[in-house]
T-cell receptor, first 115, second 112 residues
Framework: DAGVTQSPTHLIKTRGQQVTLRCSPK?????VSWYQQALGQGPQFIFQ???????QRGNFPDRFSGHQFPNYSSELNVNALLLGDSALYLC??????????????FGQGTRLTVV | AQSVTQLGSHVSVSEGALVLLRCNYS??????LFWYVQYPNQGLQLLLK??????LVKGINGFEAEFKKSETSFHLTKPSAHMSDAAEYFC??????????FGGGTRVLVKP
């Protein structure tokens, strides 16, 4: 059983560019959440997708957007990249928006470096 | 709104000694609490979770945590540290939906 898979694993972009990160949830999961983990900090919630809609959003600007596909996979898009967007981006999958008894399973993350 | 505070960004223990990582939370609703471990250049792996059943929760790799509502704490312990326990540990709280709020993390160094 494949867990949560993210691609690519590493990425280098230039300021002002746009980036797309991808995530496939664990088999049987239908909810995908994205987190940003800056160096030396805990992960920060960006947003959550369920039934192809954004259900919750953290304190991130509109430059951060996402999408969920019918097969439950998801993309995170970041426009107009800033140096401060350099971080490890983690995808987590779960079951349902009110699946309070299921823990989130995390992928290995995508390391984004903005230069 | 919920928040998590982890006391001590770095902890150094000797191999075989007790590991104690502290976590205090605030939540406006009964919380679900988690401890995750992160090894270098990897994602997060769940160690254990509290979901309002037993207050003493046992997890993987010999770790356990005790939920104390009166102290709003969920400290993580392991009786005997192993070299493989060197990693960063995150406490997290979940209230509404599946959004997790994480603490700042505690990096554990294990000395031989």
């Amino acid at each position: 059983d494949a867990g949560v898979t993210q691609s690519p694993t590493h990425l280098i972009k230039t300021r002002g560019q746009q980036v797309t990160l991808r995530c496939s949830p664990k088999s049987g999961h239908d909810t995908v959440s994205w987190y940003q983990q800056a160096l030396g900090q805990g992960p920060q919630f960006i947003f959550q997708y369920y039934e192809e809609e954004e259900r919750q959003r953290g304190n991130f600007p509109d430059r951060f957007s996402g999408h969920q596909f019918p097969n439950y996979s998801s993309e995170l898009n970041v426009n107009a990249l800033l140096l401060g967007d350099s971080a490890l981006y983690l995808c987590a999958s779960g079951s349902g928006v009110r699946g309070l008894n299921t823990e989130a399973f995390f992928g290995q993350g995508t390391r984004l470096t903005v230069v | 709104a919920q928040s998590v505070t982890q006391l001590g960004s770095h902890v150094s223990v000797s191999e075989g000694a007790l590991v104690l990582l502290r976590c205090n939370y605030s939540s406006s609703v009964p919380p679900y609490l988690f401890w995750y471990v992160q090894y270098p250049n990897q994602g997060l792996q769940l160690l254990l979770k509290y979901t309002s059943a037993a207050t003493l929760v046992k997890g993987i790799n010999g770790f356990e945590a005790e939920f104390k509502k009166s102290e709003t704490s969920f400290h993580l312990t392991k009786p005997s540290a192993h070299m493989s326990d060197a990693a960063e540990y995150f406490c997290a709280v979940r209230a509404a939906g599946n959004k997790l709020t994480f603490g700042g993390g505690t990096r554990v160094l294990v000395k031989p």
